[in-house]
């Protein structure tokens, strides 16, 4: 590698600086598993592997500078790398190194990544409650259209108005919160009579898609077509028997005690907690303090509290 490689303050040159250094890394992904295969995969972030290289310091203060090295482990504290463009601010987290001789001195070396300073910084704004109901409404509405169902598209029509005529929901009155949920309950009533209906249709055909003897073909044909249908409509209305269920679940945290009953689990991690908690695992961190852990497995038994309102801190303790 033809560079010079700084490290604090000490300079790395010639034989002391590797031919190569691995750089990158893996995105930290929380992955939930759900039946029938489909997954949820959210990325936590970047997760950068440590840079390390060997070389060897040779000449009168090769010792010197070999523990000099080592005093930035020591110490623990960051300390700003920089070679061929690149600039980070690391840890040394291991410096090992051999005295053949004081000329001529072998080491190791392996640095944390605090923080990536070539990259482009990115920041994500967290989701605000409001942006995220009204999200999930449209999102309702878009896959109310698809059922093809004049009562469900209505009610849907009539929720998602409701929910847009408010502008701020973190700061909204009890009254106005009952004012959405009203019309939300009438569309998962319509979907839930949709879903049975749809549900007895599949059940109740003798053969999919075969023709029964001794049955006008167009009879069958038609029976054959509903089934079809229900079997298209019910993937869509399970869908949006989730988005009103979790716009549900969002405005009950409106005025809300700051914190919910306790809950059991039995093994698993904070994030399928979180997930389940929220639907969003980067919020472990909210019940990891409020139950005073360090670690996200949980390895027996426990009961933990859940904080109804977690900060939007992106997984990062505060």
Known sequence: MDTTLQLDSITFQGFEIPERITLGGAQSLVTHKLPGGDR????????????????????????????????????????????HGFFYSVVVQKFTYTDEAFYRIPYTLELLVIEDLTQQSYSSQPVSMTDAINEDSTAAVTAGAAVGDSPLSNALAT???????????????????????????????RVTSLISSASNTLSNVTTLGGILPNNPIAQQAAKLSTQVTAAT??????????????????????NSPAVAAAQTVAGGTLFDVAAKA??????????????????????????????NSPPDNGGIPT
Not at 236 to 249: E, F
Not at 287 to 294: E, F, P, S, V
């Open 233 to 254: 409509q019910l993937p869509v209305l399970y869908n949006i028997q989730a988005l009103t269920g979790r716009i549900t679940t969002n405005l009950n945290l409106v």
């Open 278 to 307: 929220y639907g969003d695992a980067t919020k472990y961190v909210a019940i990891a303090q409020a139950n005073g852990l360090t670690e996200t497995n949980i390895s027996s038994l426990q009961t933990l509290t859940i904080p």
């Open 159 to 189: 929720m998602d108005s409701a929910i847009k005529s408010v502008s701020d929901f973190a700061k909204s009155a009890q009254s106005t919160i009952n004012s959405v949920l009203a019309p939300i309950a009438a569309v998962q009533q």
């Open 40 to 83: 949820v995969v959210q990325a936590m972030g970047r997760d950068d592997d440590p840079i390390q290289w060997s070389g060897m310091f040779l000449g009168q203060d090769a010792l010197e500078r070999a523990r000099a090295v080592d005093s930035l482990r020591i110490k623990g504290q960051a300390v700003f790398l920089s070679f």
